[in-house]
């Protein structure tokens, strides 16, 4: 049962323009997300998270936006930089051990 | 070491055989996680280690997967009897602050 949902396996962009990757979740004791990078051959790298008392966190070229009514929550990338294409997962955690993750999305950013 | 190392990078072995797989968190980490992730799937979390305490097993699939971590550092995942559908990659993650940084990953194949 997948408990983070990402519904679109890929994604390409052109060089410059916005990136949306979207997310939606359905358990309601999640309280804090992240999202993460994944270059073929290497593990996932922590890119942002927020915290279910925010609706946004900013940092550099990466804003995620948490909407909680709605159980969705989206990273958005601007400009995109095709050193930005890599596979992106949502993740969730509701203060237990572990964290839930989507099953991911691959952006290719198009020079 | 500066990150989170894991042996081998890659593992192919026979369907039936035993396999380990090592994971070096971070120096000084406590929390210590392992996922997998299958073909097209989203991040499995299969067991989690926190200092002295009883690990979270909970997400290890059959009774075939074991794993320890000596001294609250080393952990190694074991599988055993392999069998084709354990064939993925298998990733390690120490956690600070909230936030869990992988390794990069053994690619297990049975065949």
């Known amino acids: 049962d997948q408990q983070v949902k990402q519904n679109s396996p890929s994604l390409s962009v052109q060089e410059g323009r916005i990136s949306i990757l979207n997310c939606d979740y359905t358990?309601?004791?999640?309280?804090?997300f992240l999202w993460y990078k994944k270059y073929p051959a290497e593990g996932p790298t922590f890119l942002i998270s927020?915290?279910?008392?925010?609706d946004k966190n900013e940092d550099g070229r990466f804003t995620v936006f948490l909407n909680k009514s709605a159980k969705h929550l989206s990273l958005h990338i601007v400009p995109s930089q095709p050193g930005d294409s890599a596979v992106y997962f949502c993740a969730a955690t509701g203060g237990a051990n572990n964290l839930f993750f989507g099953t991911g999305t691959r952006l290719t950013v198009i020079p | 070491g500066a990150g989170v190392s894991q042996s081998p990078s890659n593992k192919v072995t026979e369907k039936g055989k035993d396999v380990e797989l090592r994971c070096d968190p971070i120096s000084g980490h406590t929390a210590l996680y392992w996922y997998r992730q299958s073909l097209g799937q989203g991040l499995e979390f299969l067991i989690y280690?926190?200092?002295?305490?009883?690990?979270?097993k909970s997400g290890l699939p059959s009774d075939r997967f074991s794993a320890e971590r000596t001294g609250g550092s080393v952990s190694t995942l074991t599988i055993q009897r392999t069998q084709q559908e354990d064939s993925a990659v298998y990733l390690c993650?120490?956690?600070?602050?909230?936030?869990?940084?992988f390794g990069p990953g053994t690619r297990l194949t049975v065949l």
């Open positions: 993650a120490s956690l600070v602050g909230g936030t869990q940084y």
């Open positions: 280690f926190q200092g002295n305490s009883a690990p979270d």
């Open positions: 927020i915290s279910s008392i925010k």
């Open positions: 358990n309601s004791m999640f309280d804090y």
